[in-house]
């Protein structure tokens, strides 16, 4: 859950929305598969392995759009949903990234971020975003057993649950109670 959130932060500070609402469907599934451990709820935890599943995909897809598998694009708007131009915050702010501002043209728009020249990374934004996917990744996975292994759990002790007196006609407590008829006077 750690990593989702610093995850959502980032994508905060990049406008990108489509990331930041899969973000926050995530932490809301982890905290629903947490409850659902302690409190003895499968039904959740069978929530939390599904969109686990539906999480691993997501993340592949990331992966694929910012190493442009398949026709995908880096350099498209499709993490904003097309309504920004904004882009990966990694994209300027990554390790040994210097970021100069180039002046605009006098036919360009001053808000244009083809005017910002990054220079001297260390590691590329794609890389990064691509690392932050794998990480999310791996973590889902073992997070996909662990509640796969409760779920088992929790099925296995239904199964050998004892009602109070078993399933036998005469058991310890009907043969140690003796039941006397109340009778009602006027």
Known sequence: MLSALERQIFDFLGFQWAP???NFLHIIVVILGLFGTIQYRPRYIVVYTVWTALWVTWNVFIICFYLE???????TDLMTFNISVH???WREHGPGCVRRVLPPSAHGMMDDYTYVSVTGCIVDFQY???IHS???ILLSLVGFVYACYV???FM???DTFDFIGG?????YYQDHVELKPVHLSK
């Open 167 to 171: 399933l036998d006609a005469h058991s």
């Open 134 to 136: 794998a990480i999310q």
């Open 69 to 75: 598998v398949g026709g995908l694009s880096k350099d």
């Open 151 to 153: 779920i088992s759990i």
């Open 156 to 158: 296995e002790e239904e």
């Open 20 to 22: 930041i609402l899969g």
């Open 128 to 130: 990064l975003e691509v």
């Open 87 to 89: 882009r990966s915050w």
